[in-house]
């Protein structure tokens, strides 16, 4: 079992840049395929992007594709998102999540998530 700490979120402007950070522990990083998924106000919650284990592979939703760099650290048992150009439909409170296996953009597929971190997107 693995437990993931989400770090980096904030207020920005559009335009913006910022990093989300997730720490995992308790298991070994490695053997998890990593995502990241979001929740806005009054919305589901989505999938964001996802990183295989060895940190080669990534997928990202439309939505943030070409702004949005998923990227992992085995040695320090983190995943990032570099969020560049950010929207105001970006904001919403992001989550990192951790299964075994191969990717999956269904939130179902991850058992293990963090408790969140907000991002607000203002203009």
């Known amino acids: 079992q693995v437990q993931l700490v989400e770090s980096g979120g904030g207020l920005v402007q559009a335009g913006d840049s910022l990093r989300l950070s997730c720490a995992a522990s308790g298991s070994t990083f490695i053997t998890y395929t990593m995502g990241w998924f979001r929740q806005a106000p009054g919305k589901e919650r989505e999938f964001v992007a996802a990183v295989a284990r060895g940190g080669g592979p990534t997928i990202y939703a439309d939505s943030v594709k070409g702004r949005f760099t998923i990227s992992r650290d085995n040695v320090k048992s983190t995943v990032y998102v570099q969020m560049n150009s950010l929207k105001l439909e970006d904001t919403a409170v992001y989550y990192c999540?951790?299964?075994?296996?191969?990717?999956?953009?269904?939130?179902?597929?991850?058992?293990?998530w963090g408790q969140g971190t907000q991002v607000t997107v203002s203009s």
């Open positions: 999540a951790a299964k075994y296996g191969s990717w999956s953009q269904n939130q179902d597929g991850y058992p293990y």
